[in-house]
T-cell receptor, first 110, second 114 residues
Framework: TQLLEQSPQFLSIQEGENLTVYCNSSSVFSSLQWYRQEPGEGPVLLVTVVTGGEVKKLKRLTFQFGDARKDSSLHITAAQPGDTGLYLCAPSSNTGKLIFGQGTTLQVKP | NAGVTQTPKFQVLKTGQSMTLQCAQDMNHNSMYWYRQDPGMGLRLIYYSASEGTTDKGEVPNGYNVSRLNKREFSLRLESAAPSQTSVYFC?????????????FGQGTRLTVV
């Protein structure tokens, strides 16, 4: 059974600050997805990282896949209130299951 | 574009009652999933169906049953509801199983068991 940990669990920051959240595991993955869930909604896919060491940028969001493909990070530059939400990571699986980490709840205050 | 549709959106049950949560997708996806989400928590997988005709247990299957009725529909049944099953339930679908393609989620069903 893979162990997937996201940290921190909660983060409350002021608008304009930078932050990084992490997704770590003891297992190697062929790819990993990041989702964001806004209050009252279902999660929506932000990005999929596939190659070890890969860096993908989505406007102010930068996603990195670890060289060993066991971990990933999400960095947000100059956070805005619209970034508020629950950030979830989900690694690929050859069992058919889609398992999510516990998530990082981000609150960005104006 | 409807995507993934869940019904009902809200439900209150008494302990011991049964109910079925419905989920339908119109994207011709092979795989479908049921999750529960408790306050301040991520999503926990209850059951999934990697393809039409198959279902399998997820992380927290106890107290639930599922039916993959056809390629479009995947229902979740609570035979005898318990207060511990108070949660928000999400259905999702993807073209391929296991996080290899994008998963699309419904709006959720907010269930309270009293």
């Amino acid at each position: 059974t893979q162990l997937l940990e996201q940290s921190p669990q909660f983060l409350s920051i002021q608008e304009g600050e930078n932050l990084t959240v992490y997704c770590n595991s003891s297992s190697v993955f062929s790819s990993l997805q990041w989702y964001r869930q806004e209050p009252g909604e279902g999660p929506v896919l932000l990005v999929t990282v596939v190659t070890g060491g890969e860096v993908k940028k989505l406007k102010r969001l930068t996603f990195q896949f670890g060289d060993a493909r066991k971990d990933s990070s999400l960095h947000i530059t100059a956070a805005q209130p619209g970034d508020t939400g629950l950030y979830l990571c989900a690694p690929s699986s050859n069992t058919g299951k889609l398992i999510f980490g516990q998530g990082t709840t981000l609150q960005v205050k104006p | 574009n409807a995507g993934v549709t869940q019904t009902p959106k809200f439900q209150v049950l008494k302990t011991g009652q049964s109910m079925t949560l419905q989920c339908a997708q119109d994207m011709n996806h092979n795989s479908m999933y049921w999750y529960r989400q408790d306050p301040g928590m991520g999503l926990r997988l209850i059951y999934y169906s990697a393809s039409e005709g198959t279902t399998d247990k997820g992380e927290v299957p106890n107290g639930y049953n599922v039916s993959r009725l056809n390629k479009r529909e995947f229902s979740l049944r609570l035979e005898s509801a318990a207060p511990s099953q108070t949660s928000v339930y999400f259905c999702a679908s993807s073209s391929q199983p296991g996080g290899n393609t994008e998963a699309f989620f419904g709006q959720g069903t907010r269930l309270t068991v009293v």
